[in-house]
């Protein structure tokens, strides 16, 4: 990993909002002009500020969503309704609104294809959000690293990103994507409909003789059920990489 | 809720620490002195709702690391780290 351009100490940094974009009814994605933005490994995020009238601060981390390639830095934000911050990305900024932000952060939750794969990716709701990042990030530099994504949603509408991983999918480049419902299904859904476990990782993972590369980005409470299950599945501990969002995320 | 959902991992404090060290260090790798187990921080234990940040091993749950912010100074108070290696 290129590891001399992560050097540096972080420093907080204004960006621009240049486009809002609704993926589903309660997760918003932002466009961020990022003035000297050093660039970003896939799956790395950023740290987010809001500073209130009366001085009064607060900050969450938010999962980078586009591939590096990409000029400008999307971040991918499910709103929820006890949040201090995520309430505000969600329903209030506008373009043009400036956000204080620090970032790239981090270096042992990321992938670019020079890692290798094979790749497996587990999600559970906006745990999509890095792992997105590192499927354009595939798809952009063309790479053919096999690669699954088992992805969690509520129901169909909640599921972020879904045109596009139909796309990416469609390109027949080593891509599989493996949707499951946990809450409602639509007629005719023919996708997995429930909770991620053990069987149903047993039947999307890769072997674990393949000796995959595995992240896995959801809920504390997902991601820890997930990861436990593939270790007894056979994989690897180290080999699974793990990021937890925490109850809310905020 | 219990602490276990609110745990999160080493990425969280990747912000942090990367305002005090000039190396990126969620894959700085440290030796836990409770149960000698070595992870990169990325992967270790973390709890933001403590009046500071609180890392712990992901094996055996010993404090490696307190982290509390006042006057926007830091302090970290290494507990049981062996070493930490970047």
Same mark, same amino acid.
């Given at each position: 990993?290129?590891?001399?351009?992560?050097?540096?100490?972080?420093?907080?940094?204004?960006?621009? #909002?240049?486009?809002? %974009?609704?993926?589903? &009814?309660?997760?918003?994605? %932002?466009?961020?002009? #990022?003035?000297? *933005? &050093?660039?970003?490994?896939?799956?790395?995020? #950023?740290?987010?500020?809001? +500073?209130?009238?009366?001085?009064? =601060?607060? =900050?969450?981390?938010?999962?980078?969503?586009?591939?590096?390639?990409?000029?400008?830095?999307?971040?991918?934000? @499910?709103?929820?309704?006890?949040?201090?911050?995520?309430?505000?990305?969600?329903? @209030?900024?506008? &373009?043009?609104?400036?956000?204080?932000?620090?970032?790239?952060?981090?270096?042992?939750?990321?992938?670019?294809?020079?890692?290798?794969?094979?790749?497996?990716? #587990?999600?559970?709701?906006?745990?999509?959000? &890095?792992?997105?990042?590192?499927?354009?990030?595939?798809?952009?530099?063309?790479?053919?690293?096999?690669?699954?994504?088992?992805?969690?949603?509520?129901?169909?509408?909640?599921? %972020?990103?879904?045109?596009?991983?139909?796309?990416?999918?469609?390109?027949?480049?080593?891509?599989?994507?493996?949707?499951?419902?946990?809450?409602?299904?639509?007629?005719? *859904?023919?996708?997995?409909?429930?909770?991620?476990?053990?069987?149903?990782?047993?039947? +999307?993972? *890769?072997?674990?003789?393949?000796?995959?590369?595995?992240?896995?980005?959801?809920?504390?409470?997902?991601?820890?059920?997930?990861?436990?299950?593939?270790?007894?599945?056979?994989? @690897?501990?180290?080999?699974?990489?793990?990021?937890?969002?925490?109850? +809310?995320?905020? | 809720?219990?602490?276990?959902? $609110?745990? !999160?991992?080493?990425?969280?404090?990747?912000?942090?620490?990367?305002?005090?060290?000039?190396?990126?260090?969620?894959?700085?790798? !440290?030796?836990?002195?409770?149960?000698?187990?070595?992870?990169?921080?990325?992967?270790?234990? !973390?709890?933001?709702?403590?009046?500071?940040?609180?890392?712990?091993?992901?094996?055996?749950?010993?404090? $490696? $690391?307190?982290?509390?912010?006042?006057?926007?100074?830091?302090?970290?108070?290494?507990?049981?780290?062996?070493?930490?290696?970047?």
């Amino acid at each position: 990993m290129a590891r001399a351009a992560l050097l540096g100490r972080l420093n907080w940094t204004l960006g621009e #909002v240049v486009e809002l %974009i609704d993926e589903t &009814p309660r997760v918003r994605s %932002i466009v961020l002009d #990022v003035p000297e *933005w &050093p660039g970003h490994l896939p799956g790395q995020h #950023v740290d987010i500020r809001l +500073t209130a009238a009366d001085g009064y =601060q607060a =900050q969450r981390s938010y999962s980078i969503a586009s591939a590096p390639e990409n000029d400008r830095v999307m971040l991918t934000v @499910e709103g929820l309704p006890d949040g201090e911050v995520s309430p505000y990305l969600v329903d @209030e900024l506008r &373009p043009g609104d400036k956000l204080e932000l620090r970032g790239p952060i981090g270096g042992y939750f990321a992938w670019d294809a020079r890692l290798g794969g094979p790749l497996f990716l #587990v999600a559970g709701g906006s745990g999509i959000v &890095p792992l997105m990042s590192m499927l354009r990030h595939r798809a952009v530099t063309e790479s053919s690293v096999p690669s699954r994504l088992l992805n969690s949603s509520r129901t169909r509408q909640d599921i %972020i990103f879904r045109e596009e991983l139909e796309h990416l999918a469609a390109r027949a480049d080593g891509l599989d994507v493996f949707h499951t419902l946990t809450r409602r299904q639509p007629d005719g *859904w023919d996708g997995y409909a429930r909770r991620v476990d053990a069987q149903l990782l047993a039947e +999307t993972a *890769w072997p674990p003789a393949s000796m995959p590369l595995t992240y896995v980005c959801g809920p504390t409470s997902f991601v820890e059920t997930v990861a436990n299950a593939l270790v007894l599945l056979g994989h @690897e501990a180290r080999r699974v990489k793990t990021e937890r969002f925490g109850p +809310t995320g905020g | 809720m219990g602490n276990a959902e $609110l745990r !999160v991992d080493g990425n969280a404090v990747g912000g942090v620490l990367g305002e005090i060290f000039v190396h990126e260090m969620t894959s700085a790798r !440290v030796k836990c002195e409770g149960c000698s187990a070595i992870e990169p921080l990325g992967a270790e234990h !973390v709890y933001m709702q403590a009046p500071g940040i609180v890392v712990r091993c992901c094996h055996c749950e010993s404090v $490696l $690391l307190v982290i509390t912010q006042r006057d926007g100074s830091y302090m970290i108070g290494f507990q049981q780290i062996a070493w930490l290696e970047t």
